[in-house]
């Protein structure tokens, strides 16, 4: 298979076509109203624009690193506005587009990339698990939970809930991953295994990490695989709200193998010159997420140029507002790396507390 | 209420009732269903509390670890049986940095409470990757809390502190202890959870250990007695934190202090120990702090692991030392 992609068939769900143009699927359709097809759109430019201004503030140094999300959007639209309220998501640490999916501030995990805190938010409270950088370790997490949803007796009903878990190409190599796997296949857990493959894990293509197509790993676990197209958000979104839908009502889990493209760095400190050729990149912009839905949207005049003028606009707009918010972020206080390393403290770190404060206090009135 | 029972038995006890003290509390591990565990800690549990709550897990100790923190961040309180102390190691990476770095991570608002129930040492004749003592790598991990029982009482009490408390607690069980029996008091617990205790007065040297050397040392003080030798001994229980103020209190008294353990010596508890007590007593020490403690070696194969395993001999020789500075 090339680089270009899987083209349609049984096994590659597509509902819109790199020009725009719907494709019927036996198995999955969406029905949006209007407004909702505006609103996906809506939300892939500004996920696009919002991950564009984390990449020039890191440029500039006000974050320490950055995680793009470009060319991804459409799999984290999609997947992410598929979920239910009462669904819990578990991200890898670049899942910026499902946050903004799930109504989440964007500003939540920016603190993690400039440095001024580790994640910091309550998972429970947001149905959003803090970022997890270890690669693979929240599937298990995310396995785990649902597990507790199915003990919870939560399962079985429309308002069941279910368990999404991101992760890339190169988490399917972990043993974490293929522990998920089993554990969710035999506790038969509401947990969708949502696999970006974006073709590369830094710096290593697919074919390093599996000679098979990676959805069809879930076959030898004991439960379905699907390949989608990972820059169509209309499949993305039906094929993920099937699979929850299924989860949610007791049918266990599902792996989706979301075929998309990263088309950025791996990182802010990553070079992909290195390692890739520039045809390969155009080849995968002419299957960009954003356009095709503009192309719908045009198409079946859907939206006309000032719907299309207000959403750069907005969206220019919410990048400023996050750019100067980051750019208040104070630093934490010193002191402040002691709290929190358990939840019922440590006489011995209250002491290593007290003897810094002192060290600390000693240079007050000095030069 | 007090009776006599087996330190397994006492943990089995201790796990019962922290069962029926909350429907949050699980246990998960592998073989700890049905059968009870290979060590039968576990013995009648699944049968009483059902297949959800005592649960025989596939076997991947990682996938335990992963999933009981999913599970906590549910709302569960998971109590994890590693079946042996060599098996812990695939599991190393979500405890260090999932099960460890969670709470701090996210400034305090979601907590682990998660057990791994570890048991560890040697002296039961077994093949290798089943007799270690890896207390320091975990001890060496901020975020996690580190006890050892080594009395049937302290098991019943400590496995149940050691559940309710929001912390992750690495929980270390002697296992070649845990047919030796002692009283328990099911009525009142004899202290906290991260509290040293002395458990034999004396006045020439002070005696520090945990886990399964506890008994050794005290009999290492019966025989130092009738050499009319008195030596002080000082069970840790916590080994992070560590509760050395009653080790500083007794070394100034007694001016010399050997500490004991399974577990090889180089960057060990006992190094961390020693470097505290001459710290903290420098002015009180009439010897430096020795160290009995297994070799830097592998545990060795089972023929031999007596030359390896610290002794009543061993424990005397270095208290004679102690007078030779």
Request: with cysteine; proline share 6%.
């Amino acid at each position: 298979m090339g680089k270009g992609g899987p083209g349609p068939s049984p096994d590659f769900v597509q509902l819109l076509s790199p020009e725009g143009v719907r494709v019927e699927h036996p198995e999955y359709a969406v029905e949006f109203t209007d407004e909702e097809y505006r609103g996906l759109y809506r939300d892939l430019v500004t996920v696009r624009k919002l991950d564009a201004e984390a990449t020039a503030l890191q440029r500039q140094g006000e974050l320490g690193i950055w995680a793009s999300l470009l060319g991804q959007e459409a799999a984290q639209v999609g997947s992410g506005r598929a979920l239910r309220p009462q669904d819990m998501a578990f991200p890898t640490y670049r899942e910026h587009g499902v946050l903004y999916c799930r109504g989440i501030d964007p500003i939540m995990p920016l603190g993690l990339f400039r440095g001024v805190d580790q994640g910091g938010w309550d998972s429970q409270a947001y149905k959003f698990h803090m970022y997890t950088i270890v690669i693979g370790a929240q599937t298990l997490h995310a396995t785990g939970y649902a597990m507790g949803i199915t003990m919870d007796g939560k399962v079985g009903t429309d308002d069941g809930e279910a368990v999404i878990a991101y992760f890339g190409d190169g988490a399917t190599s972990q043993g974490d991953v293929n522990e998920a796997f089993v554990w969710s296949s035999v506790f038969n857990a509401p947990v969708v295994f949502f696999c970006q493959n974006n073709q590369y894990a830094i710096s290593e293509p697919l074919e390093r990490q599996t000679r098979v197509p990676l959805y069809q790993r879930a076959n030898g676990f004991g439960f379905p695989g699907v390949r989608v197209d990972g820059n169509d958000v209309l499949a993305t979104y039906a094929v993920t709200r099937k699979a929850m839908d299924q989860a949610r009502h007791g049918q266990g889990p599902t792996l989706i193998e979301a075929y998309t493209y990263r088309m950025g760095a791996h990182t802010t400190s990553d070079d992909p010159s290195r390692y890739r050729i520039a045809s390969e990149v155009e080849a995968w912009q002419a299957r960009d997420p954003i356009l095709r839905v503009r192309a719908l949207l045009v198409r079946e005049q859907l939206a006309d140029d000032e719907f299309f003028a207000d959403v750069d606009e907005t969206a220019a707009k919410q990048a400023v507002e996050l750019r100067e918010r980051v750019l208040s972020m104070p630093d934490p206080a010193p002191l402040t790396i002691f709290d929190n390393v358990y939840p019922e403290g440590s006489p011995h770190l209250d002491e290593q507390r007290e003897q810094y404060a002192a060290y600390l206090a000693s240079f007050e009135g000095s030069h | 209420m007090s009776e006599t029972v087996t330190l397994g038995k006492a943990l089995n006890l201790g796990l019962r009732r922290a069962l029926e003290a909350d429907d949050k509390v699980i246990i998960m591990g592998e073989d700890v269903g049905k059968l009870g565990g290979v060590f039968r800690i576990t013995d009648g549990l699944q049968k009483d509390f059902g297949e959800e709550r005592v649960i025989d897990t596939p076997l991947a100790e990682s996938g335990i670890i992963g999933t009981a923190v999913g599970l906590a961040i549910r709302g569960y309180r998971p109590v994890c049986e590693i079946q042996f102390d060599g098996f812990v190691y695939p599991a190393y990476d979500q405890i260090v940095s999932q099960v460890a770095k969670m709470h701090y991570r996210s400034g305090g608002k979601v907590r682990i409470p998660i057990v791994i129930r570890i048991p560890f040492g040697g002296g039961i004749g077994a093949v290798e990757h089943h007799s270690e003592s890896p207390e320091a790598y975990f001890a060496h991990t901020p975020g996690l809390k580190v006890v050892a029982c080594a009395s049937p009482d302290d098991a019943y009490w400590m496995i149940q502190q050691a559940i309710t408390s929001d912390d992750p607690v690495i929980f270390f069980e002697p296992k070649r202890r845990y047919w030796e029996k002692g009283q328990i008091n099911r009525d009142e617990a004899s202290g906290a959870l991260h509290a040293s205790r002395v458990l034999r007065s004396g006045g020439d040297v002070t005696l520090v250990t945990y886990g399964p050397m506890v008994r050794t040392c005290l009999d290492a003080a019966t025989a130092a007695e009738e050499d009319g030798r008195s030596l002080e001994v000082v069970d840790l229980r916590s080994i992070s934190p560590l509760d050395l103020g009653p080790v500083y209190e007794s070394v100034r008294r007694t001016g010399r202090c050997v500490v004991v353990h399974e577990a090889p010596s180089t960057i060990s508890v006992s190094a961390e120990v020693a470097a505290r007590v001459t710290e903290h007593c420098f002015y009180s020490l009439e010897s430096p702090v020795l160290r009995v403690t297994g070799f830097d070696t592998p545990y060795p194969a089972s023929r031999v692991e007596e030359e390896y395993l610290p002794d009543l001999d061993r424990v005397l020789d270095a208290v004679d030392r102690t007078f030779g500075f």
